[in-house]
Protein backbone atom coordinates (compact mmCIF):
# COMPACT_ATOMS: atom_id res chain seq x y z
CA UNK A 1 0.00 0.00 0.00
CA UNK A 2 0.85 3.23 -1.25
CA UNK A 3 2.23 5.18 2.32
CA UNK A 4 1.48 8.35 0.54
CA UNK A 5 -1.91 8.36 -1.48
CA UNK A 6 -2.72 11.13 -3.64
CA UNK A 7 -5.90 12.82 -4.35
CA UNK A 8 -6.11 14.90 -7.42
CA UNK A 9 -7.41 17.89 -8.11
CA UNK A 10 -10.62 17.88 -10.53
CA UNK A 11 -9.60 21.31 -12.04
CA UNK A 12 -6.34 22.37 -13.09
CA UNK A 13 -4.94 25.88 -12.93
CA UNK A 14 -3.44 27.65 -16.04
CA UNK A 15 0.29 27.72 -16.05
CA UNK A 16 2.03 31.33 -16.04
CA UNK A 17 4.37 32.36 -18.52
CA UNK A 18 7.75 32.62 -17.28
CA UNK A 19 7.90 35.96 -18.11
CA UNK A 20 5.14 36.77 -15.67
CA UNK A 21 6.62 35.27 -13.03
CA UNK A 22 7.64 37.34 -9.47
CA UNK A 23 8.02 35.44 -5.96
CA UNK A 24 5.48 33.51 -3.64
CA UNK A 25 2.53 34.82 -5.61
CA UNK A 26 1.94 31.94 -8.05
CA UNK A 27 1.23 28.40 -6.24
CA UNK A 28 0.13 24.84 -7.81
CA UNK A 29 -2.36 22.27 -7.97
CA UNK A 30 -1.54 20.47 -4.82
CA UNK A 31 0.04 20.03 -1.91
CA UNK A 32 1.38 17.71 0.55
CA UNK A 33 -0.30 17.32 4.27
CA UNK A 34 0.33 15.10 7.67
CA UNK A 35 -1.26 15.36 10.66
CA UNK A 36 0.18 15.34 13.78
CA UNK A 37 -2.13 13.50 17.03
CA UNK A 38 -2.23 11.14 20.01
CA UNK A 39 1.55 11.31 19.83
CA UNK A 40 2.57 10.99 16.13
CA UNK A 41 2.40 11.59 12.96
CA UNK A 42 -0.48 10.15 10.78
CA UNK A 43 -2.51 10.23 7.72
CA UNK A 44 0.49 11.48 5.46
CA UNK A 45 -1.36 12.53 1.54
CA UNK A 46 -0.89 14.56 -1.91
CA UNK A 47 -4.50 16.53 -2.06
CA UNK A 48 -5.71 19.67 -4.20
CA UNK A 49 -3.69 23.04 -3.08
CA UNK A 50 -6.96 24.31 -0.59
CA UNK A 51 -7.83 26.47 1.85
CA UNK A 52 -7.46 25.92 5.79
CA UNK A 53 -10.15 25.44 8.01
CA UNK A 54 -9.03 26.77 11.14
CA UNK A 55 -10.66 27.52 14.57
CA UNK A 56 -10.29 30.62 15.98
CA UNK A 57 -8.67 29.68 18.80
CA UNK A 58 -6.52 27.97 17.38
CA UNK A 59 -2.82 27.93 18.81
CA UNK A 60 -0.76 29.37 16.01
CA UNK A 61 -2.77 32.41 15.88
CA UNK A 62 -1.80 33.48 19.46
CA UNK A 63 1.59 32.19 20.28
CA UNK A 64 2.99 31.71 16.66
CA UNK A 65 4.20 27.81 17.53
CA UNK A 66 5.38 27.69 13.76
CA UNK A 67 8.31 26.64 11.68
CA UNK A 68 9.10 26.81 7.85
CA UNK A 69 11.73 26.04 5.21
CA UNK A 70 12.88 26.92 1.72
CA UNK A 71 14.20 25.01 -1.05
CA UNK A 72 14.19 25.28 -4.68
CA UNK A 73 14.00 22.76 -7.62
CA UNK A 74 15.27 24.08 -10.85
CA UNK A 75 14.65 22.68 -14.61
CA UNK A 76 18.09 21.91 -15.74
CA UNK A 77 19.87 21.79 -19.11
CA UNK A 78 18.81 18.55 -19.18
CA UNK A 79 15.16 19.29 -19.42
CA UNK A 80 15.33 16.99 -16.29
CA UNK A 81 14.36 18.50 -12.35
CA UNK A 82 17.53 18.86 -9.61
CA UNK A 83 16.40 20.29 -5.92
CA UNK A 84 19.36 21.95 -4.48
CA UNK A 85 20.54 20.45 -0.83
CA UNK A 86 17.06 19.03 -0.01
CA UNK A 87 18.46 16.70 3.06
CA UNK A 88 20.04 19.53 4.45
CA UNK A 89 17.02 21.64 4.45
CA UNK A 90 15.35 18.79 5.94
CA UNK A 91 17.38 18.79 8.85
CA UNK A 92 17.29 21.94 9.45
CA UNK A 93 13.31 22.24 9.40
CA UNK A 94 13.72 19.34 12.52
CA UNK A 95 16.37 21.56 14.26
CA UNK A 96 13.71 24.29 14.36
CA UNK A 97 11.00 21.66 15.18
CA UNK A 98 13.04 20.73 18.45
CA UNK A 99 14.16 24.82 19.49
CA UNK A 100 10.17 25.17 19.31
CA UNK A 101 8.94 22.21 20.69
CA UNK A 102 7.33 20.46 17.79
CA UNK A 103 7.44 16.86 17.40
CA UNK A 104 10.10 15.99 14.61
CA UNK A 105 9.26 14.78 11.47
CA UNK A 106 10.80 11.73 9.87
CA UNK A 107 13.33 12.69 7.43
CA UNK A 108 12.88 9.95 5.17
CA UNK A 109 9.16 10.57 5.02
CA UNK A 110 9.31 14.31 3.98
CA UNK A 111 12.05 12.98 1.29
CA UNK A 112 9.61 10.74 -0.33
CA UNK A 113 6.68 13.32 -0.12
CA UNK A 114 8.96 15.94 -1.06
CA UNK A 115 10.01 14.28 -3.99
CA UNK A 116 6.20 12.45 -5.20
CA UNK A 117 4.93 16.00 -4.99
CA UNK A 118 7.23 17.40 -7.42
CA UNK A 119 7.45 14.90 -9.56
CA UNK A 120 3.58 15.47 -9.80
CA UNK A 121 3.73 18.95 -10.15
CA UNK A 122 7.14 18.79 -12.98
CA UNK A 123 5.09 20.61 -15.26
CA UNK A 124 5.22 23.96 -12.83
CA UNK A 125 9.00 23.93 -12.98
CA UNK A 126 9.78 26.82 -15.12
CA UNK A 127 12.41 26.55 -17.44
CA UNK A 128 13.75 30.30 -18.27
CA UNK A 129 16.83 31.82 -16.27
CA UNK A 130 16.64 33.22 -12.99
CA UNK A 131 13.31 30.92 -12.80
CA UNK A 132 12.49 28.20 -10.34
CA UNK A 133 10.53 26.18 -8.22
CA UNK A 134 10.42 27.32 -4.79
CA UNK A 135 9.35 24.63 -1.93
CA UNK A 136 7.52 25.85 0.73
CA UNK A 137 7.18 22.78 3.95
CA UNK A 138 5.69 24.23 7.05
CA UNK A 139 4.56 22.88 10.46
CA UNK A 140 1.74 24.96 12.47
CA UNK A 141 0.22 24.38 16.08
CA UNK A 142 -3.35 23.32 15.84
CA UNK A 143 -4.56 22.88 19.40
CA UNK A 144 -7.92 25.12 20.12
CA UNK A 145 -6.93 26.31 23.10
CA UNK A 146 -5.71 29.62 24.47
CA UNK A 147 -2.83 29.04 27.03
CA UNK A 148 0.82 29.16 27.04
CA UNK A 149 1.81 25.71 26.44
CA UNK A 150 3.16 23.26 23.47
CA UNK A 151 0.54 21.82 21.81
CA UNK A 152 -0.67 18.28 21.12
CA UNK A 153 -1.70 18.50 17.80
CA UNK A 154 0.17 19.84 14.66
CA UNK A 155 -0.25 19.96 10.83
CA UNK A 156 2.62 19.48 8.07
CA UNK A 157 2.59 21.11 4.62
CA UNK A 158 4.38 21.31 1.83
CA UNK A 159 2.94 23.46 -1.01
CA UNK A 160 5.28 24.94 -4.27
CA UNK A 161 5.01 28.00 -6.18
CA UNK A 162 7.17 28.65 -9.23
CA UNK A 163 9.20 32.05 -9.08
CA UNK A 164 11.31 34.65 -10.93
CA UNK A 165 14.04 36.47 -9.26
CA UNK A 166 13.57 37.07 -5.17
CA UNK A 167 14.89 40.73 -6.16
CA UNK A 168 12.99 42.91 -8.96
CA UNK A 169 16.79 43.69 -9.44
CA UNK A 170 17.81 40.42 -10.40
CA UNK A 171 21.76 39.68 -9.71
CA UNK A 172 22.17 43.25 -9.47
CA UNK A 173 23.73 45.13 -6.85
CA UNK A 174 21.48 46.11 -3.84
CA UNK A 175 21.72 48.46 -1.14
CA UNK A 176 21.06 47.79 2.30
CA UNK A 177 20.38 49.97 5.56
CA UNK A 178 22.30 49.25 8.36
CA UNK A 179 20.08 49.58 11.99
CA UNK A 180 21.36 49.77 15.08
CA UNK A 181 17.54 51.02 16.35
CA UNK A 182 16.08 47.91 16.37
CA UNK A 183 16.86 43.99 17.26
CA UNK A 184 15.52 41.12 15.66
CA UNK A 185 17.36 38.65 18.08
CA UNK A 186 19.72 37.48 20.94
CA UNK A 187 21.53 34.44 21.70
CA UNK A 188 19.63 32.05 23.39
CA UNK A 189 16.60 33.37 21.25
CA UNK A 190 15.34 32.39 18.09
CA UNK A 191 17.82 33.99 15.92
CA UNK A 192 18.90 30.53 14.52
CA UNK A 193 15.71 28.69 13.58
CA UNK A 194 13.43 29.22 11.01
CA UNK A 195 10.14 30.64 13.13
CA UNK A 196 7.70 32.91 11.81
CA UNK A 197 8.56 35.41 14.33
CA UNK A 198 11.67 35.89 13.38
CA UNK A 199 10.70 37.38 10.27
CA UNK A 200 7.76 39.76 11.93
CA UNK A 201 10.51 41.39 14.66
CA UNK A 202 12.11 42.45 10.88
CA UNK A 203 9.03 44.04 9.64
CA UNK A 204 9.45 47.86 11.21
CA UNK A 205 12.86 47.88 10.52
CA UNK A 206 12.44 47.12 6.63
CA UNK A 207 9.98 49.30 6.41
CA UNK A 208 11.86 52.10 7.52
CA UNK A 209 14.82 50.80 4.75
CA UNK A 210 12.20 51.18 2.08
CA UNK A 211 11.38 54.36 2.58
CA UNK A 212 14.54 55.27 2.27
CA UNK A 213 15.34 53.77 -0.41
CA UNK A 214 16.84 50.27 0.46
CA UNK A 215 16.13 46.82 -0.02
CA UNK A 216 17.09 45.48 3.03
CA UNK A 217 18.51 45.67 6.97
CA UNK A 218 21.43 44.49 7.79
CA UNK A 219 20.90 43.59 11.83
CA UNK A 220 23.65 44.15 14.35
CA UNK A 221 23.71 42.20 17.65
CA UNK A 222 21.17 42.61 20.25
CA UNK A 223 23.44 43.63 22.75
CA UNK A 224 25.80 46.23 22.07
CA UNK A 225 25.03 46.59 18.47
CA UNK A 226 28.20 46.65 16.68
CA UNK A 227 28.70 43.29 15.75
CA UNK A 228 27.36 42.49 12.08
CA UNK A 229 24.63 39.88 12.27
CA UNK A 230 22.40 38.87 8.88
CA UNK A 231 20.37 40.42 6.61
CA UNK A 232 16.30 40.27 6.97
CA UNK A 233 16.16 37.39 4.09
CA UNK A 234 20.06 36.40 3.62
CA UNK A 235 23.56 36.02 5.74
CA UNK A 236 26.25 38.61 4.92
CA UNK A 237 29.80 38.10 3.52
CA UNK A 238 32.60 40.62 3.32
CA UNK A 239 35.76 40.22 1.52
CA UNK A 240 38.60 42.91 3.12
CA UNK A 241 42.04 42.34 1.94
CA UNK A 242 41.38 38.92 -0.10
CA UNK A 243 39.90 37.70 2.89
CA UNK A 244 36.00 35.77 2.63
CA UNK A 245 34.53 36.94 6.27
CA UNK A 246 31.21 36.20 7.22
CA UNK A 247 30.09 36.50 11.13
CA UNK A 248 30.44 33.51 13.03
CA UNK A 249 27.12 31.53 13.82
CA UNK A 250 26.86 31.90 17.89
CA UNK A 251 22.88 31.67 18.44
CA UNK A 252 21.26 34.65 16.94
CA UNK A 253 22.06 34.16 13.29
CA UNK A 254 20.13 31.50 11.15
CA UNK A 255 23.09 28.67 9.95
CA UNK A 256 22.41 28.96 5.96
CA UNK A 257 21.82 26.33 3.34
CA UNK A 258 23.19 28.90 0.79
CA UNK A 259 25.76 30.12 3.33
CA UNK A 260 26.91 27.13 4.36
CA UNK A 261 27.47 26.05 0.46
CA UNK A 262 29.47 29.31 -0.37
CA UNK A 263 32.12 28.69 2.58
CA UNK A 264 32.18 24.91 1.51
CA UNK A 265 33.22 26.32 -2.22
CA UNK A 266 35.57 29.23 -1.21
CA UNK A 267 37.65 27.11 0.78
CA UNK A 268 37.30 24.56 -1.71
CA UNK A 269 38.86 27.40 -4.16
CA UNK A 270 41.68 28.20 -1.71
CA UNK A 271 40.81 31.14 -0.43
CA UNK A 272 41.16 32.77 2.77
CA UNK A 273 38.30 32.27 4.21
CA UNK A 274 37.12 33.46 8.02
CA UNK A 275 33.90 32.97 10.48
CA UNK A 276 34.33 35.36 12.87
CA UNK A 277 32.86 38.08 15.00
CA UNK A 278 33.22 41.06 12.80
CA UNK A 279 31.81 45.08 13.50
CA UNK A 280 30.32 47.66 11.56
CA UNK A 281 32.91 49.76 12.81
CA UNK A 282 35.63 47.84 11.36
CA UNK A 283 33.21 47.45 7.96
CA UNK A 284 33.67 51.19 7.75
CA UNK A 285 37.32 51.48 8.76
CA UNK A 286 38.03 48.90 5.71
CA UNK A 287 35.97 51.21 3.42
CA UNK A 288 37.53 54.23 4.23
CA UNK A 289 41.13 52.68 3.62
CA UNK A 290 40.06 51.48 0.51
CA UNK A 291 40.40 47.56 1.66
CA UNK A 292 36.73 46.58 1.43
CA UNK A 293 36.49 45.17 -2.23
CA UNK A 294 32.89 43.15 -2.18
CA UNK A 295 29.86 42.55 0.44
CA UNK A 296 27.64 40.22 -0.46
CA UNK A 297 24.55 38.20 0.59
CA UNK A 298 23.90 34.75 0.52
CA UNK A 299 20.23 32.74 0.98
CA UNK A 300 18.16 30.30 -0.80
CA UNK A 301 15.55 32.70 -2.23
CA UNK A 302 18.30 35.54 -3.88
CA UNK A 303 21.20 32.89 -4.06
CA UNK A 304 23.74 35.30 -4.23
CA UNK A 305 23.18 39.17 -4.15
CA UNK A 306 25.68 41.55 -4.06
CA UNK A 307 25.79 44.58 -2.08
CA UNK A 308 26.89 48.39 -3.73
CA UNK A 309 25.93 50.18 -0.20
CA UNK A 310 25.88 50.23 3.08
CA UNK A 311 23.54 53.11 5.01
CA UNK A 312 24.87 53.49 8.44
CA UNK A 313 23.32 56.52 10.31
CA UNK A 314 24.72 59.06 8.28
CA UNK A 315 27.47 57.36 6.80
CA UNK A 316 27.73 55.71 3.17
CA UNK A 317 29.47 52.10 3.20
CA UNK A 318 30.72 51.64 -0.32
CA UNK A 319 32.35 48.30 -1.27
CA UNK A 320 34.95 48.65 -4.27
CA UNK A 321 33.77 50.47 -7.01
CA UNK A 322 30.28 49.47 -6.11
CA UNK A 323 29.70 46.87 -8.57
CA UNK A 324 29.64 43.46 -9.02
CA UNK A 325 32.31 42.16 -7.33
CA UNK A 326 34.94 39.14 -8.85
CA UNK A 327 34.26 37.03 -5.42
CA UNK A 328 30.50 37.22 -5.55
CA UNK A 329 29.98 36.75 -9.38
CA UNK A 330 32.04 33.81 -9.56
CA UNK A 331 30.32 32.25 -6.46
CA UNK A 332 26.82 33.16 -8.66
CA UNK A 333 27.95 31.57 -11.64
CA UNK A 334 29.22 28.57 -10.26
CA UNK A 335 26.07 27.83 -7.91
CA UNK A 336 23.59 29.00 -9.73
CA UNK A 337 25.69 27.05 -12.72
CA UNK A 338 25.27 23.46 -10.48
CA UNK A 339 21.74 24.45 -9.88
CA UNK A 340 20.82 24.62 -13.35
CA UNK A 341 23.22 21.77 -14.62
CA UNK A 342 25.41 23.75 -16.64
CA UNK A 343 28.11 23.42 -14.29
CA UNK A 344 29.58 19.96 -12.99
CA UNK A 345 28.39 19.31 -9.30
CA UNK A 346 31.15 18.80 -7.59
CA UNK A 347 29.73 18.33 -3.88
CA UNK A 348 27.25 16.18 -5.22
CA UNK A 349 24.40 18.92 -4.21
CA UNK A 350 21.55 18.53 -6.27
CA UNK A 351 19.29 15.50 -6.26
CA UNK A 352 18.04 15.00 -10.38
CA UNK A 353 14.39 13.78 -10.69
Known amino acids: MDRIPVKKAES ?64 RSSGKIGIFRPKAYISRLNRSAERLCIPLVDEELFYEALIKLINLEKDWVPGSKETSLYIRPFIIATDPYLGVRPSNTHKFMIILSPVGA ?28 KTP ?3 AASLMAAEEAKKAGYTQVLWLDGCERKYIEEVGTMNIFFVINDEVITPALEGSILGGITRE ?18 SIDEVYEASRKGTLQEIFGTGTAAVISPVSELKWNDKIIIPGDGRVGKISQRLYDYISGVQYGLLPDDFGWVTEL
Open 12 to 75: LKKKPLDSELSFGTIFTDHMFVMDYNNGGWQNPRIEPYQPLALDPSTMVLHYGQAIFEGIKAYR
Open 166 to 193: YYPEGFKPVKIYVTDKYVRAVRGGLGHV
Open 197 to 199: GNY
Open 261 to 278: SVLHATRNWGLKVSERPI
